[in-house]
């Protein structure tokens, strides 16, 4: 990998995607028609860097010609941009004055804080700010306040500037159309617009139950039945009735009302706070009021004030999220209930039979309250209007005005490569730019009011990115100028012939002949579905597209480095020539166990008990999981009451330990609630035929009432790594006490994890694999000897499949992030620059940058990609 592709790969996304745009596959080496400006110093020293007998020097046109290749025209155009904003005026002030420092704040905020701060600890506000500065620093080379707040400045300076734009062009395009279809944005566009993103708000009470009898139940507590017939007439007609005496009568409009209240507070009762303190979540008084004639009165003013009003209120999004068929009854088959609502055959503001949704799943009692129309459209053009300019105010359509004003303000690019990816890319903005055959020495650009020298641009590259490629190059040099390293090739032969500067002729031979058969593809045609082939570009063209490489001696330097740098990384890791007494073979045997005290493995189930926003929990796609440190004290409570008296059920009872989960599971799920506006103990609730709040000495209808769900599930085999740290640890230390049973061993102590409390009961342990050795002894980490036959040959007839699964197990992801990877060599080398003696020549970073960039990224790789060898 030469540097080239290093530093893009280290570059921010929207700058890689301007360079793609720019250069795409025809990065060319351009003819020599003209001279390219210079810097003014390019021969001189850009660092230099020792280490030991060992110096690496690295030159200003190196630096230079890498960055401008890579990241020059974004570097230029963002020059030209920030004083093209700042002498571009509206009203006397320019666009760069325009930008408020609040505006700024604002977007450091979103970019600090993209979900927010106000559920943030001060731990957690001080760790996302620290994340954002080394994120400005990493990306963009800013280190100060006053330079990151620059960086969004330059980014809403061009937004404003693109806004005016923008108005400009529709004034300009109304002014002319002669009918609808010919103006900026048509009636069509504010109808499109209007029909997707204004809907109707309801008000509603919506009471869910995951079986048609558990709804049916909830009514049988308050008693009352559902009278079902199918004449569906004035006098005969599906009611609700209660029975007075030995006779049944059908509930009155406010009993209905009050049925419905009291179902919707048992269901969410556990939402209230401080519940079971606390257990009405609608309350007289609140969400509705009773009149003198015993008619209810619901609340459908949204309040931005106490949104405990709001219970009852749910935006189209809401409802649709919450249960699409919902939302299309409650828009075109019910009536909002008013106070002289009737119970009547031809009544539609309660639904008296549940509704059974998402195929069966879900079934509801559902109480229309009120519609909130959308807003005509008529009334809201004008804010229909804002959103439809919004729309169209994209990265591209900013990028475009920006280069209309490049072109406006007549931008001349001297440097001939810069001037081809400027053309490049300004096509896609449907702009063409001029070329120019004027020539200077050390004049970059130039646009109206401004020159700007390769010295300029030099730094303004370097200050981002020069840190980044700086670190590559010294890499690049070690690897060649050190011959503890390079034993090919003598960079200080001065020598004029190059293949006398070989040490290694069949090393030299190897490369040109690698280098002749690179060729032969390239004039086959074998790049040519890429893009790459002769009848598109000479292979001169190709070597600086693929390489980064200017003939074909640079090219066997290309391959030389490449080779040295793999012998590099394989012998971080290779055992090859190694013996036992070997440091690295110590290093092997100290991770390999390591690898062995984490493996483990079990079969097993469990019984989850968790919690959820919404009481119809895993069912309703509207629902969020929620991890029991943001649960109620009392539902922690409950979860481990729950596990004891699972536990207590498991060891007292027959059947298998499938068939007892899953009887929990059940009993769980038929049981009601309770009631909310009684005492939650079984002895304040109804009896009711066929319905039993106990199972099997569970409370299952007081931890359903809290808020608990329980779930059952095969977990098959277990081993490490697979399961949240929690749950592993529990499961390990079943297996620790005894690895290899068939015995069921339940967990005695509760598991908590982000999913909830978990009832484990671990059927079998299995024991490590091992394998046999010469002597008939039994091993379970491979010795040096077979390794070293494996990398000789994994297919040696003396290696048997359990000695293959070891090497494997224990062996190959040591060796793979070794060697393999190359996360772990690129951590030694950079820890190797992190020991030099550096001179820094110029002064567009400090050292204390140098070395903070160096630590950060060895913090990533280690945190990221490092497992075994941490």
């Known amino acids: 990998m030469n540097s080239s592709t290093v530093i893009k790969k280290t570059l921010p996304l929207i700058i890689i995607l301007l360079i793609i745009i720019g250069v795409a596959v025809t990065c060319t080496v351009l003819s020599k028609e003209k001279d390219n400006p210079v810097i003014g110093n390019p021969d001189g020293v850009y660092l230099t860097a020792k280490e030991g007998e060992f110096t690496y020097k690295l030159t200003n046109s190196r630096l230079y010609d890498e960055l ?151 009514l049988a507590q308050l008693g009352i039945t559902i009278k079902t017939s199918t004449a569906n007439t004035s006098d005969d007609f599906t009611r609700w009735v209660k029975t007075v005496g030995e006779e049944e009568v059908a509930l009155t409009t406010s009993e209905v009302v009050a049925a419905m209240v009291s179902m919707y507070n048992t269901t969410r009762a556990f939402q209230t706070e401080n519940y079971p303190i606390n257990r009405l979540v609608l309350t007289e008084g609140k969400q509705y009021t009773i009149n ?37 009854y409650l828009k075109n088959t019910m009536v909002s209930y008013t106070t002289s609502s009737e119970v ?155 293949k006398d500067k070989w040490l290694d002729q069949e090393k030299y031979q190897e490369l040109t002949t690698e280098v002749s058969n690179e060729k032969l593809n ?71 166990e390591s690898i062995k005290e984490k493996i483990f493995t079990t079969t097993g189930v469990h019984l989850l008990i968790s919690a959820y926003e919404d009481p119809m929990g895993a069912v309703s796609a509207s629902s969020n999981m929620l991890d029991p440190k943001d649960w109620s004290e009392y539902q922690v409570t409950c979860a481990k009451e729950l596990t004891d008296q699972v536990k207590a059920y498991i060891a007292s009872s027959e059947g298998t330990i499938k068939e007892k989960l899953e009887a929990v599971v059940a009993a769980f799920k038929a049981s009601p609630r309770f009631i909310a506006h009684l005492d939650q103990t079984v002895a304040a609730q109804p009896v009711v035929e066929g319905v039993s709040y ?47 049973s068939d015995s069921m061993v339940i967990y005695n102590d509760y598991i908590q994890t982000k999913f909830g409390f978990h009832v484990y009961a671990n059927l079998t ?38 000695m293959k699964k070891a090497i494997e197990t224990y062996y190959s992801p040591i060796f793979k992030e070794l060697s393999t990877d190359g996360y772990y060599a690129a951590i030694k080398q950079y820890q190797a620059i992190n020991g030099m003696d550096i001179t820094f020549s110029k002064t567009n970073y400090t050292r204390e940058s140098f070395l903070r960039a160096i630590d950060m990224t060895i913090k990533k790789y280690e945190d990221e990609n490092l497992t075994y060898i941490k």
């Open 522 to 592: 390239f004039s086959a045609g074998a790049y040519e579905s890429y893009g790459y082939g002769p009848s598109t570009m000479k292979w001169e063209e190709f070597l600086q597209s693929i390489y980064g490489v200017s003939n074909e001696q640079e090219l066997r330097m290309y391959f030389l480095k490449s080779d040295i740098i793999s012998d590099f990384k394989k012998s971080l890791g290779d055992l090859s020539e190694v013996d036992e007494t070997s440091p690295l073979w110590q290093f092997y045997l100290e991770k390999m």
């Open 694 to 740: 106990v199972f099997e000495g569970i409370e299952v209808a007081k931890f359903k009432s809290a808020g608990l769900t329980v779930k059952y599930e095969d977990l098959g085999e277990i081993t490490n790594g697979e399961m949240v740290e929690e749950f592993e640890a529990a499961v390990k230390s079943i297996w620790l006490a005894n690895p290899e």
């Open 765 to 802: 342990t299995k024991p490590l694999a091992t394998w046999e050795d010469a002597e008939g002894n039994t091993q379970i980490l491979p010795s040096l000897e077979i390794i070293k036959k494996y990398i000789e040959d994994a297919a040696d007839e003396d290696l048997t499949e359990e």
């Open 68 to 218: 401008k290749e890579n990241v020059g025209i974004s570097s230029l155009v963002t020059m030209i941009n920030k004083d093209l904003l700042k002498d571009t005026k509206k009203g006397g002030i320019s666009y760069w004055d325009k930008v408020t420092q609040e505006a700024i704040d604002d977007e450091v905020e979103k970019a600090t804080f993209p979900d927010g701060k106000d559920e943030l600890t001060a731990e957690e506000i001080t760790e996302a700010e620290e994340k954002f500065l080394d994120t400005m620093f990493s990306s963009y080379g800013l280190v100060s306040m006053t330079e990151i707040e620059n960086h969004y400045r330059l980014i809403l300076a061009k937004k404003l500037y693109a806004a005016d734009k923008l108005e400009e062009e529709i004034a300009t395009k109304n002014a002319e159309a002669k009918k609808d279809s010919e103006k900026y944005f048509t009636q069509s566009d504010y109808t499109s617009y209007y029909t997707s993103n204004y809907k109707s708000e309801y008000w509603a009470m919506i009471v869910p139950f995951s079986t048609e009898a558990q709804a049916k139940n909830a």
């Open 344 to 498: 009547t055959y031809t009544q539609k503001w309660f639904t008296p039979t549940p509704q059974s949704y998402s195929s069966g799943s879900i079934y509801c009692f559902i109480m229309k309250l009120a519609e909130v129309a959308a807003p005509e459209q008529s009334t809201v053009n004008e804010e229909i209007y804002k959103k439809l300019v919004e729309k169209t105010l994209t990265d591209t359509f900013v990028e475009t005005k920006m280069a209309e004003l490049r072109q406006e303000k007549g931008l001349v690019i001297y440097d001939t490569f810069l001037e081809k990816q400027y053309v490049s890319s300004a096509k896609t903005y449907k702009v063409t730019h001029e070329t120019t055959k004027k020539a200077s020495e050390n004049l970059v650009a130039s646009i109206e009011g401004h020159e700007y020298t390769t010295d300029q641009l030099f730094d303004a590259m370097d200050k981002i990115y020069g840190i980044s490629l700086a670190i590559t190059l010294i890499n690049e040099e070690r690897f060649l100028v050190n011959t503890n390293y390079n034993k090919y090739f003598d960079t200080t032969s001065t020598a004029n012939k190059e």
């Open 292 to 328: 003198e004639e015993g008619l209810y009165q619901f609340n459908t003013t949204v309040s931005e004030e106490d949104e405990t009003l709001n219970a009852l209120h749910y935006t189209y999004d809401e409802i649709y999220a919450y249960q699409s068929s919902v939302q299309n």
